[in-house]
């Protein structure tokens, strides 16, 4: 299925960052985050290294599911700003040699768009998904029209209409992926595209990329829908790129995506691959999730060949045909300063992240070590589950000390999500201060990775100890080691190196020494 034609060259060494836009920077000091706000500080994500800004929905919506739940695409929501001033943002970015990712949400609609509104009184409509008859996970219509609808993740998320792989005249509900309905759904995503793109946007990551195509078990005509939008993209805007919310980056690049993500689901381990490197049962839980302990975490009862065996099968899966995603955390997921993980914890994992061979992702505020905030009430449809609560990843960006951490000119009462109440909290201003802060240290590696290509997501990787400390070369050329456990770890080692960036790593007389929490980035010599 995968297109031929090659991706944009800016993919091949990008570092992605996430913002979320209620949670980032508040502007004008309703205590909410907006497009003003994020401008205000491009600086930091240029000094820092990023060149790739992926935002969260900022659309038009009432904002049952945090801006997932859209009532316009084109049209931003009014508390973060105009259409002029987010184009405003997105050609302020690309000054500062900054690409922006819009969420292109393509699988459902709030339950109050003009297009379901329409759909609820209208039985030739076909829109959205709709049985004349009571059936099994669909909601009630709320309208004039009999029956019910089907929902893609809330209810007031009414599924689009791209079809059913397996189509039945018992059940006309499942019309063929041919139909009027997913015809005009495939030419609306071109149209919500096109605009974007036309006003500078640099592509889209896709919000439950999967899920288009209904009853499509081995994802066979959702793959031909995303393909043939790939090859639209690459005739029409061969720079733009596409990014999915798939967490199975062989079927994702298969289906023509640039790039996918790892995640905490997603494929046939249901994303234990991510959460075997950093979930320690912390923060948002599913009930269902059995693991044994993860690898980044300070007793050292993990193992990184979970990860490592994943990811070579969709290394080789995917080469040449794209790019694989691994992030530090995201707005549905635990960051990585979660529960017992502490500060001293934090530059192994950054330090493996941004010399693996895959594409980084940072989540807003991970470079300065923000934690997840437990315990935080339902906000925009946050909780999820009894131990699944995604508020405590979208706190505020903390910016400096006091009362609102520099996000908000707000009283603390009126902002979105309450700031991280730990006293010790760390903030953007203190660490730039201290060159030893993690702060510094993340913009230290991103640098050191810039510089030496070898390092980044093409280039060979050879593992040599998959344990404490986890070792590895790089391109022939480097040689990486990370230890997340406190306890030291020791590893012989022939060849001679020179230090680029090293803390708590060395070698000495023909072994490599790695102290609790250390880690080091050498080049062969």
Same mark, same amino acid.
């Given at each position: 299925?995968?297109?031929?034609?090659?991706?944009?060259?800016?993919?091949?060494?990008?570092?992605?960052?996430?913002?979320?836009?209620?949670?980032?920077?508040?502007?004008?000091?309703?205590?909410?985050?907006? $497009?003003?706000?994020?401008?205000?500080?491009?600086?930091?994500?240029?000094?820092?290294?990023?060149?790739?800004?992926?935002? !969260?929905?900022?659309?038009?919506?009432?904002?049952?599911?945090?801006?997932?739940?859209?009532?316009?695409?084109?049209?931003?929501?009014?508390?973060?700003?105009?259409?002029?001033?987010? *184009?405003?943002?997105?050609?302020?970015?690309?000054?500062?040699?900054?690409?922006?990712?819009?969420?292109?949400?393509?699988?459902?609609?709030?339950?109050?768009?003009?297009?379901?509104?329409?759909?609820?009184?209208?039985?030739?409509?076909?829109?959205?998904?709709?049985?004349?008859?009571?059936?099994? +996970?669909?909601?009630?219509?709320?309208?004039?029209?009999?029956?019910?609808?089907?929902? %893609?993740?809330?209810?007031?998320?009414?599924?689009?209409?791209?079809?059913?792989?397996?189509?039945?005249?018992?059940?006309?509900?499942?019309?063929?992926?041919?139909?009027?309905?997913?015809?005009? !759904?495939?030419?609306?995503?071109?149209?919500?595209?096109?605009?974007?793109?036309?006003?500078?946007?640099?592509?889209?990551?896709?919000?439950?990329?999967?899920?288009? *195509?209904?009853?499509?078990?081995?994802?066979?005509?959702?793959?031909?829908?995303?393909?043939?939008?790939?090859?639209?993209?690459?005739?029409?805007?061969?720079?733009?790129?596409?990014?999915?919310?798939?967490?199975?980056?062989?079927?994702?690049?298969?289906?023509?995506?640039?790039?996918?993500?790892?995640?905490?689901?997603? =494929?046939?381990?249901?994303?234990?691959?991510?959460?075997?490197?950093?979930? %320690?049962?912390? =923060?948002? @839980?599913?009930?269902?999730?059995?693991?044994?302990?993860?690898? $980044?975490?300070?007793?050292?009862?993990?193992?990184?060949?979970?990860?490592?065996?994943?990811?070579?099968?969709?290394?080789?899966?995917?080469?040449?045909?794209?790019?694989? @995603?691994?992030?530090?955390? !995201?707005?549905?997921?635990?960051?990585?300063?979660?529960?017992?993980?502490?500060?001293?914890?934090?530059?192994?994992?950054?330090?493996?992240?941004?010399?693996?061979?895959?594409?980084?992702?940072?989540?807003?505020?991970?470079?300065?070590?923000?934690?997840?905030?437990?315990?935080?009430?339902?906000?925009?449809?946050? @909780?999820?589950?009894?131990?699944?609560?995604?508020? #405590?990843?979208?706190?505020?960006?903390?910016?400096?000390?006091?009362?609102?951490? +520099?996000?908000?000119?707000?009283?603390?009462?009126?902002?979105?999500?309450?700031?991280?109440?730990?006293?010790?909290?760390?903030?953007?201003?203190?660490?730039?201060?201290?060159?030893?802060?993690?702060?510094?240290?993340?913009?230290?590696?991103?640098?050191?990775?810039?510089?030496?290509?070898?390092?980044?997501?093409?280039?060979? *990787?050879? *593992?040599?100890?998959?344990?404490?400390?986890?070792?590895?070369?790089?391109?022939?050329?480097?040689?990486?080691?990370?230890?997340?456990?406190?306890?030291?770890?020791?590893?012989?080692?022939?060849?001679? @190196?020179?230090?680029?960036?090293?803390? #708590?790593?060395?070698?000495?007389? =023909?072994?490599?020494?790695?102290?609790?929490?250390?880690?080091?980035?050498?080049?062969?010599?």
């Amino acid at each position: 299925m995968t297109s031929t034609r090659p991706g944009p060259d800016w993919l091949a060494d990008a570092v992605l960052y996430q913002i979320y836009p209620q949670s980032f920077a508040d502007s004008d000091g309703d205590g909410i985050g907006d $497009f003003g706000g994020i401008a205000e500080h491009l600086d930091h994500l240029s000094w820092l290294g990023v060149d790739t800004v992926w935002l !969260n929905p900022c659309f038009a919506s009432p904002f049952r599911d945090a801006g997932y739940d859209i009532t316009d695409y084109f049209t931003p929501a009014p508390r973060y700003g105009s259409t002029d001033g987010l *184009v405003a943002l997105v050609e302020a970015a690309r000054r500062k040699g900054i690409r922006i990712l819009f969420d292109l949400v393509a699988g459902h609609t709030s339950d109050r768009h003009p297009w379901f509104l329409a759909a609820v009184d209208d039985p030739a409509d076909h829109r959205y998904i709709w049985s004349d008859r009571q059936t099994d +996970g669909f909601v009630a219509s709320p309208g004039s029209r009999p029956g019910c609808y089907r929902p %893609n993740f809330f209810d007031c998320q009414p599924a689009l209409n791209f079809g059913y792989a397996r189509p039945s005249s018992d059940e006309p509900w499942r019309q063929p992926v041919d139909a009027d309905g997913p015809r005009a !759904n495939r030419a609306a995503l071109r149209d919500i595209m096109s605009h974007w793109l036309g006003l500078g946007v640099a592509g889209f990551r896709v919000d439950m990329a999967y899920s288009l *195509v209904k009853d499509d078990p081995d994802r066979t005509e959702t793959g031909k829908l995303w393909t043939g939008l790939r090859d639209w993209l690459d005739r029409t805007h061969p720079q733009a790129a596409l990014f999915a919310e798939w967490g199975d980056p062989a079927a994702a690049l298969s289906a023509g995506f640039h790039a996918d993500f790892f995640l905490h689901f997603g =494929g046939a381990d249901r994303g234990l691959p991510l959460r075997s490197l950093w979930n %320690n049962n912390g =923060g948002t @839980v599913e009930d269902f999730w059995h693991q044994d302990a993860c690898y $980044f975490e300070a007793d050292g009862r993990g193992t990184p060949q979970v990860f490592l065996d994943a990811w070579r099968s969709a290394a080789e899966l995917t080469e040449g045909s794209g790019h694989i @995603v691994l992030p530090t955390a !995201n707005h549905d997921f635990s960051r990585l300063a979660t529960g017992p993980r502490t500060a001293e914890e934090l530059p192994a994992a950054f330090a493996f992240l941004l010399t693996w061979p895959t594409l980084p992702a940072v989540y807003y505020g991970d470079e300065i070590g923000m934690r997840y905030v437990p315990g935080l009430p339902d906000t925009e449809g946050s @909780v999820l589950g009894p131990r699944y609560n995604r508020a #405590g990843s979208r706190t505020p960006m903390q910016w400096t000390p006091g009362p609102t951490a +520099g996000f908000s000119a707000a009283a603390p009462e009126r902002l979105y999500l309450p700031v991280d109440p730990d006293p010790h909290r760390p903030d953007v201003l203190t660490q730039r201060a201290d060159p030893t802060s993690l702060l510094h240290t993340v913009r230290r590696l991103i640098a050191l990775r810039r510089a030496h290509p070898g390092l980044g997501a093409s280039g060979g *990787v050879d *593992v040599r100890c998959a344990g404490y400390p986890l070792v590895y070369t790089r391109s022939g050329r480097y040689l990486v080691a990370v230890n997340p456990r406190r306890e030291p770890g020791a590893v012989p080692l022939g060849e001679a @190196v020179r230090a680029l960036d090293a803390q #708590g790593v060395r070698v000495v007389d =023909g072994e490599l020494r790695a102290d609790g929490f250390g880690y080091g980035v050498f080049e062969l010599v």
